[in-house]
C-alpha cells in the first residue's frame, strides 16, 4: 500500500473503508492524484450543469417550434427535473456511502449525457419530459459521490476551497451551455444542440472509470474515526437537522438557488424578448459574464477558508454580506434600458452570487461524519433542488404569464417576474448571517461527538 498516497488507500473492491484520521497528513499533504481526481470531477461537473442549462438556452426556440407557454417551459426546466433529481438523489446517495463512489460517477454521467441527446429527438412537450427526466435521474448520482470523493482527498481547513473548484463547475458549465447552445442553435437548430452538446460526455464517462482511483473514507479527518458501517438515513437526517445553524444554512442557500435557478433559466429569453437579441450573441454574452461568476466562486471558497481561521462564523457571514451587496445592481439589469450597461452591471452581481457555494458545501462536509458524507450532501441538494431548481423556473414562469399584457411580446411580464424572485435573495442573505448565530456550538458538538 505504500506505493499510493494515503488518501488513495484502498481496498481492491473500494467498498466503504473508513480510516483513523491522520492530522498530519490531513493538513499537510495533498498529493498529485487529489488534484487530479479534482479536476477530472470538476469537468464533469462542467458537463453536468452544460446538459441542465443548455435548455434554458434554447428555451425560445423549443416554445416557438413545439407551440408551448412559459408556464410548460418552466414546468420541464424546473419542477418535472426537479422531483426526480432530488428523490433519486437520496438512494443513489445512499449507494455511493457504501459502495464505489468513482463507479457511481461515471454510470450517472452516462445516463445524464445519453438522455441529453435523446432530447434532441423529442417532437412535442411529452418526449421532451421523458428526455428530461432521463437527464435528471442520471444527474442525481453526480454530486453527492464527488462532495464524499473530494472531502476524503483534501483536509479540513482546505476543504471549503476544493469543494469551491469543484462548484466553479456550476458557472463553467452555465457558461459554456450558453455558448454552445447559442451558437449550435443558430448554426443548425436547437435539436442538434442537444445531440451535440451530449454525446462527449459517454466517452467522458469511460475515461471516469478508467483513470479515477476511490479514496478511502476519512483519510483527510483531523479527528479519529472509527471504521463503521453507514448509518441509516434516518439517522443522519437527525444528526444534521438538530443543528440549527444547518437549517439555517440550508435555507440560505434553497432560496439563493431559487433565484439562481429562475433567473438563469429565463435571463435568455428576457433578452430576446426586451433586447430582441439572438441565441448566438447572448451566448457570447452570457458565456463571458461567467467568467466573474467563476472568479466569486472560488474566492467564496478561499475566502472562507482564511477568514474563518480568525472566527469559524465567516463561512456564513460572507454568503450573507454578498447578498446582500449584490441586490440592487442585480435589479438594475431588469430596468436599465441599454443592454450592453446591463449586462455589464450583472456582472459584478454575479461576481458575488457564487460566493455561498464553497463555505455551504464545506459546511456540510463538515457536520457529517466520513460514514454519510454522500447522504449529507445528497440531502443538502435535495432542498437546494427541489426548492432552488424546482420552483425557481415554474414559479417565474408562473408569474410572467400572470404579469404579462397584451403587445408586449412578453416581455413586460418576464421583467417583472424577474425583479420579484431576484427580491428573495435578500431573505437568503439573512437566513445565512442568522446560522452564525449557532455555527461555532453547532461544529464544536459534531467533533465531541455529540
Same mark, same amino acid.
Given at each position: 500500500m505504500g506505493q499510493y498516497p494515503l488518501a488513495f488507500a484502498q481496498d481492491r473492491q473500494g467498498r466503504g473503508q473508513v480510516a483513523a484520521?491522520?492530522?498530519?497528513?490531513?493538513?499537510?499533504?495533498?498529493?498529485?492524484?487529489?488534484?487530479?481526481?479534482?479536476?477530472?470531477? $470538476?469537468?464533469?461537473?462542467? %458537463?453536468?450543469? =452544460?446538459?441542465?442549462? #443548455?435548455?434554458?438556452?434554447?428555451?425560445? @426556440?423549443?416554445?416557438?417550434?413545439?407551440?408551448?407557454?412559459?408556464?410548460?417551459?418552466g414546468f420541464l426546466g424546473g419542477v418535472a427535473f426537479a422531483i426526480f433529481y432530488t428523490f433519486i438523489g437520496i438512494p443513489v446517495a445512499r449507494l455511493a456511502d457504501v459502495s464505489v463512489r468513482r463507479n457511481v460517477v461515471a454510470i450517472s454521467l452516462?445516463?445524464?449525457?445519453?438522455?441529453?441527446?435523446?432530447?434532441?429527438?423529442?417532437?412535442? $412537450?411529452?418526449?421532451?419530459? %421523458?428526455?428530461? =427526466?432521463?437527464?435528471? #435521474?442520471?444527474?442525481?448520482?453526480?454530486? @453527492?459521490?464527488?462532495?464524499?470523493?473530494?472531502?476524503?482527498?483534501?483536509?479540513?481547513?482546505?476543504?471549503?476551497?476544493?469543494?469551491?473548484?469543484?462548484?466553479?463547475?456550476?458557472?463553467?458549465?452555465?457558461?459554456?451551455?450558453?455558448?454552445?447552445?447559442?451558437?449550435?442553435?443558430?448554426?443548425?437548430?436547437?435539436?442538434?444542440?442537444?445531440?451535440?452538446?451530449?454525446?462527449?460526455g459517454l466517452v467522458l464517462a469511460i475515461f471516469v472509470r478508467l483513470t479515477l482511483r476511490e479514496p478511502i473514507r476519512g483519510a483527510m479527518d483531523t479527528v479519529p474515526r472509527q471504521v463503521a458501517p453507514a448509518p441509516p438515513v434516518r439517522e443522519v437526517i437527525a444528526h444534521l437537522w438538530s443543528r440549527r445553524s444547518f437549517r439555517l444554512l440550508v435555507l440560505g442557500a434553497s432560496l439563493q438557488s431559487f433565484v439562481g435557478y429562475g433567473v438563469g433559466y429565463w435571463i435568455p429569453a428576457f433578452l430576446m424578448r426586451a433586447h430582441d437579441m439572438g441565441s448566438g450573441s447572448i451566448g457570447v454574452w452570457l458565456f463571458w459574464l461567467g467568467v466573474p461568476g467563476m472568479l466569486g466562486t472560488f474566492l467564496g471558497g478561499w475566502l472562507g477558508d482564511r477568514l474563518s481561521a480568525r472566527d469559524v462564523r465567516?463561512?456564513?457571514?460572507?454568503?450573507?454580506?454578498?447578498?446582500?451587496?449584490?441586490?440592487?445592481?442585480?435589479?438594475?439589469?431588469?430596468?436599465?434600458?441599454?443592454?450592453?450597461?446591463?449586462?455589464?452591471?450583472?456582472?459584478?452581481?454575479?461576481?458575488?452570487?457564487?460566493?455561498?457555494?464553497?463555505?455551504?458545501?464545506?459546511?456540510?462536509?463538515?457536520?457529517?461524519?466520513?460514514q454519510m458524507r454522500a447522504m449529507a450532501a445528497s440531502l443538502l441538494l435535495f432542498s437546494i433542488n427541489l426548492i432552488g431548481m424546482g420552483l425557481g423556473p415554474q414559479v417565474t414562469g408562473l408569474l410572467s404569464d400572470v404579469f404579462a399584457t397584451p403587445g408586449d411580446a412578453g416581455a413586460g411580464g418576464l421583467r417583472l417576474a424577474l425583479i420579484s424572485v431576484t427580491l428573495v435573495n435578500g431573505l437568503a442573505a439573512f437566513a445565512f448571517l442568522g446560522a452564525g448565530r449557532w455555527l461555532q456550538s453547532d461544529l464544536a458538538s459534531v467533533r465531541s461527538g455529540a
Open positions: 484520521g491522520n492530522a498530519a497528513a490531513g493538513e499537510e499533504r495533498v498529493s498529485w492524484r487529489s488534484w487530479y481526481a479534482l479536476g477530472l470531477l $470538476f469537468v464533469v461537473y462542467v %458537463f453536468n450543469f =452544460i446538459d441542465r442549462s #443548455i435548455l434554458g438556452m434554447l428555451n425560445q @426556440p423549443i416554445k416557438e417550434d413545439l407551440g408551448l407557454t412559459d408556464t410548460q417551459m452516462a445516463v445524464w449525457s445519453g438522455m441529453t441527446v435523446l432530447c434532441g429527438f423529442a417532437g412535442n $412537450f411529452w418526449h421532451l419530459l %421523458f428526455a428530461r =427526466i432521463g437527464v435528471a #435521474i442520471g444527474e442525481a448520482g453526480g454530486s @453527492p459521490p464527488s462532495h464524499s470523493m473530494i472531502s476524503d482527498l483534501f483536509p479540513e481547513r482546505r476543504r471549503a476551497t476544493a469543494l469551491a473548484i469543484y462548484a466553479l463547475g456550476i458557472p463553467a458549465g452555465g457558461m459554456f451551455g450558453s455558448l454552445l447552445g447559442g451558437w449550435l442553435n443558430e448554426a443548425f437548430d436547437w435539436r442538434t444542440a442537444f445531440i451535440l452538446v451530449g454525446a462527449p465567516w463561512y456564513v457571514w460572507l454568503p450573507g454580506i454578498a447578498n446582500l451587496v449584490a441586490l440592487p445592481f442585480s435589479v438594475f439589469f431588469y430596468i436599465w434600458p441599454d443592454v450592453v450597461m446591463a449586462l455589464s452591471v450583472s456582472a459584478f452581481a454575479g461576481f458575488l452570487g457564487g460566493y455561498y457555494l464553497g463555505p455551504t458545501f464545506a459546511l456540510t462536509q463538515a457536520m457529517a461524519t466520513p
